[in-house]
């Protein structure tokens, strides 16, 4: 058995990549804590693997004293000396204590030690080898669906796609090939747990790597990238070569390298926009495919103001403003975009009402000037006293003529009364003829 147990644990060591010494001590820690459980725990004891033959001894260690008091762990000097004659009282001697049947015992342990530590150094092993490959891109195949998370299997171990790592609109089938991102790995009491995503724009990037040699070797470095999963991906780019066209390298002969990022994203728009130092041109490169007329920029508040044409208005602000949107993440401005003629409108107001506005000046300080002109305040006392005069003396003079009119009337009754009694006087005089 002893041989055969070597022989096994150097197959371990080239196949699993687990060190048998590694094994070995593990081997003996096992052992010791068999030989209490059967033997008894009182002992302090040693085991000894013989690397070269597989042999296994177990040693009870004693202290060296005067008088013995406990058998299992004290020694008389005389008996030590049966051991070697250079011990003296208080040091620790070694005595063997192998019982006959303990190779039954050594070889149940030895298994079970050996398919524990392969399993630990197993998981230890993925694990070191998932969390070097974070942030990084990896092929698997859609092993099976739990609930709404994707079980996919990345060959040593299986990785969790959860539902909010899904890209909106994919279909996924069992057996299907995809690539993840792997965007977190934990270590468990069992296998490391493993999280990938298919929406996180670090994909995009790593595609980008795979497709383009360019990006790959540091020519073309990724600024920065805005990404709404399914439906479109804006990034900048810039070439640290001026001899290289950073879009053109990034989109290939005809669009092939390109093509190739949209099928794996199923149809995902990818815009390539060349990165600049210039924040006008930058923003304006950053409405692709919307053409800008004009860019005016705010340092203070982080603001620009697109001027487009009137028919690109729509193709600026995008779907439910997405164009805009992704615009605006990837170069971190808030961006305000209007048509020439809303540019037009809103000048022509500003300047009827600012006409307006200075008319109206105008005619206030023209009014205040021949107020003052005319007018100080005293005389503007003294004519408001001879208005109140004039009016008096009207309102006099009406009461004056009234009282004509009154006495107009008193006298044509006066008149009227006089006729009447000449009129009866010869009235009587022809009666008396």
């Given at each position: 058995?002893?041989?055969?147990l070597?022989?096994?644990?150097?197959?371990?060591?080239?196949?699993?990549?687990?060190?048998?010494?590694?094994?070995?001590?593990?081997?003996?820690?096992?052992?010791?804590?068999?030989?209490?459980?059967?033997?008894?725990?009182?002992?302090?004891?040693?085991?000894?693997?013989?690397?070269?033959t597989?042999?296994?001894k177990?040693?009870?260690?004693?202290?060296?004293v005067?008088?013995?008091?406990?058998?299992?762990?004290?020694?008389?000097?005389?008996?030590a000396?049966l051991?070697g004659?250079?011990?003296?009282v208080?040091?620790?001697?070694?005595?063997?204590?192998?019982?006959r049947k303990?190779?039954?015992i050594?070889?149940?342990?030895?298994?079970?030690?050996?398919?524990?530590?392969?399993?630990?150094a197993?998981?230890?092993l993925?694990?070191?080898?998932?969390?070097n490959?974070?942030d990084?891109i990896?092929n698997g195949?859609?092993?099976?669906?739990?609930?709404?998370?994707?079980?996919?299997?990345?060959g040593?171990v299986?990785?969790?796609?959860?539902?909010?790592?899904?890209t909106?609109?994919?279909?996924?089938?069992?057996?299907?090939?995809i690539?993840?991102?792997?965007?977190?790995?934990?270590?468990?009491?069992?296998?490391?747990?493993?999280?990938?995503?298919r929406?996180?724009?670090?994909?995009?990037?790593?595609?980008?790597e795979?497709?383009?040699?360019e990006?790959?070797?540091?020519?073309i470095e990724?600024?920065?990238?805005?990404?709404?999963?399914?439906?479109?991906?804006?990034?900048?780019?810039?070439?640290?070569?001026?001899?290289?066209?950073?879009?053109g390298?990034?989109?290939?002969q005809?669009?092939?390298?390109?093509?190739?990022?949209?099928?794996?994203?199923?149809?995902?728009?990818i815009?390539?926009?060349k990165?600049s130092?210039d924040?006008?041109?930058?923003?304006?490169?950053?409405?692709?495919?919307?053409?800008v007329l004009?860019?005016?920029?705010?340092?203070?508040n982080?603001?620009?103001?697109?001027?487009?044409?009137?028919f690109?208005?729509?193709?600026?602000i995008?779907?439910?403003?997405?164009n805009?949107?992704?615009?605006?993440?990837?170069?971190?401005?808030?961006?305000?975009?209007?048509?020439?003629?809303?540019?037009?409108?809103?000048?022509?107001?500003?300047?009827?009402n600012?006409?307006?506005?200075?008319?109206?000046?105008?005619?206030?300080?023209?009014?205040?000037?021949?107020?003052?002109?005319d007018?100080?305040?005293?005389?503007?006392?003294?004519?408001?006293?001879?208005?109140?005069?004039?009016?008096?003396?009207?309102?006099?003079q009406?009461?004056?003529?009234?009282?004509?009119?009154?006495?107009?009337?008193?006298?044509?009754?006066?008149?009227?009364?006089?006729?009447?009694?000449?009129?009866s006087?010869?009235?009587?005089?022809d009666?008396?003829?």
């Amino acid at each position: 058995m002893s041989a055969e147990l070597i022989f096994a644990l150097e197959q371990l060591e080239k196949e699993k990549g687990i060190s048998k010494d590694v094994l070995i001590d593990a081997i003996e820690q096992a052992l010791i804590s068999a030989y209490k459980k059967n033997f008894g725990s009182g002992q302090s004891v040693e085991v000894h693997f013989d690397k070269q033959t597989g042999e296994i001894k177990v040693y009870a260690l004693k202290t060296i004293v005067e008088e013995v008091v406990d058998q299992g762990t004290e020694m008389s000097l005389e008996q030590a000396n049966l051991f070697g004659p250079d011990f003296e009282v208080g040091d620790m001697v070694e005595v063997e204590v192998t019982p006959r049947k303990f190779g039954r015992i050594a070889a149940q342990t030895a298994k079970q030690v050996v398919m524990q530590r392969i399993r630990e150094a197993e998981r230890g092993l993925i694990f070191d080898e998932f969390s070097n490959r974070e942030d990084d891109i990896l092929n698997g195949v859609v092993s099976r669906f739990d609930r709404k998370n994707i079980i996919v299997d990345l060959g040593k171990v299986e990785a969790v796609l959860p539902l909010s790592e899904q890209t909106p609109g994919e279909k996924y089938n069992v057996h299907d090939r995809i690539k993840v991102y792997v965007i977190n790995v934990k270590k468990t009491n069992k296998n490391p747990q493993i999280y990938v995503s298919r929406t996180h724009p670090g994909l995009v990037k790593r595609l980008l790597e795979l497709e383009v040699p360019e990006i790959a070797d540091g020519t073309i470095e990724i600024k920065t990238i805005a990404r709404e999963a399914g439906s479109r991906t804006k990034i900048a780019i810039y070439s640290k070569n001026e001899n290289v066209d950073p879009v053109g390298a990034c989109v290939g002969q005809r669009g092939s390298r390109i093509r190739a990022i949209v099928d794996e994203l199923q149809g995902e728009m990818i815009d390539v926009i060349k990165w600049s130092s210039d924040d006008e041109e930058y923003i304006a490169a950053s409405l692709s495919p919307a053409k800008v007329l004009r860019v005016d920029i705010d340092e203070e508040n982080k603001v620009a103001r697109v001027i487009v044409p009137d028919f690109q208005l729509s193709l600026a602000i995008g779907k439910e403003g997405q164009n805009a949107r992704l615009a605006a993440k990837l170069t971190g401005w808030k961006i305000d975009i209007k048509s020439e003629s809303q540019l037009r409108e809103h000048i022509e107001s500003q300047l009827f009402n600012n006409d307006l506005a200075y008319e109206y000046e105008e005619d206030e300080a023209d009014y205040n000037e021949d107020e003052s002109a005319d007018y100080s305040e005293q005389e503007f006392e003294e004519a408001e006293a001879q208005e109140e005069e004039v009016s008096s003396e009207d309102d006099s003079q009406e009461n004056n003529s009234e009282e004509i009119e009154d006495t107009d009337t008193v006298s044509a009754e006066d008149t009227e009364g006089e006729t009447d009694q000449e009129e009866s006087v010869e009235d009587g005089e022809d009666t008396e003829a």
